[in-house]
């Protein structure tokens, strides 16, 4: 299994404030994704990242921001937390070549309220 | 129409059976096709993918790829309690980046219940 762990794991937190989720992967692997996934919707990619300060966009977008100074850490922010933002989130990374696989991280469950 | 379909079940079979989970997909310029496997509460975990067409075979699991039809079907043999879980189908849409890395987009899963 890809070394990718995330962090935290659980998080309750109010309408407004700040949220920073965290992955860090140990797999030197140069992609990195950020997925929310929600009943009915199955997991929907946030941004991802193709190297080290090098980000962009996917489906969901709005409302987070990420950051990546390492190959390891991939931030995701959420800058004032909405209910709707209430989710599971998950990190992934892969190695180069686009067949390669995804691996995820275990996940963080998010409550806005 | 959805980019990535999936029957969201649940799909019940006996245990020792075959289970069948299909998925189709909308975009013929599809690439890449993954199997991901998700117990609940878990993060999804793959088991198998697949680029050509035809059958890929990997112990119990079969990965299925008929790219005219735009079908891509994962085959359980001797299905198992702990096979119990949701399924969900990914598909290579779209190259990003410096077109080396892959932008998956997630079907919503087929739960899948194996009886005793």
């Known amino acids: 299994d890809a070394g990718i762990t995330q962090s935290p794991r659980h998080k309750v937190t109010e309408t407004g404030t700040p949220v920073t989720l965290r992955c860090h992967q140990t797999?030197?692997?140069?992609?990195m994704y950020w997925y929310r996934q929600d009943p009915g919707h199955g997991l929907r990619l946030i941004h991802y990242?193709?190297?080290?300060?090098?980000?962009d966009k996917g489906e969901v977008s709005d409302g987070y921001s990420v950051s990546r100074s390492k190959t390891e850490d991939f931030l995701l922010t959420l800058e004032s937390a909405t209910s709707s933002q209430t989710s599971v989130y998950f990190c992934?990374?892969?190695?180069?070549?686009?067949?390669?696989?995804?691996?995820f991280g275990d996940g963080t469950r998010l409550s806005i309220l | 129409q959805k980019e990535v379909e999936q029957n969201s079940g649940p799909l019940s079979v006996p245990e020792g059976a075959i289970a069948s989970l299909n998925c189709t997909y909308s975009?013929?310029?599809?690439?890449?096709f993954f199997w991901y496997r998700q117990y609940s509460g878990k993060s999804p975990e793959l088991i198998m993918f697949?680029?050509?067409?035809g059958d890929k075979e990997d112990g119990r699991f079969t990965a299925q790829l008929n790219k005219a039809s735009q079908y891509v079907s994962l085959l359980i043999r001797d299905s198992q309690p702990s096979d119990s879980a949701t399924y969900l189908c990914?598909?290579?849409?779209?190259?990003?980046?410096?077109?080396?890395?892959?932008?998956?987009?997630f079907g919503t899963g087929t739960r899948l219940q194996v009886t005793l």
């Open positions: 990242s193709y190297g080290v300060k090098d980000t």
């Open positions: 990914a598909v290579l849409l779209i190259s990003v980046g410096d077109g080396t890395a892959s932008k998956l987009t």
């Open positions: 697949i680029y050509s067409n």
């Open positions: 797999e030197n692997h140069r992609y």
């Open positions: 975009d013929r310029g599809s690439q890449s």
């Open positions: 992934a990374s892969s190695r180069t070549g686009k067949d390669q696989p995804q691996h």
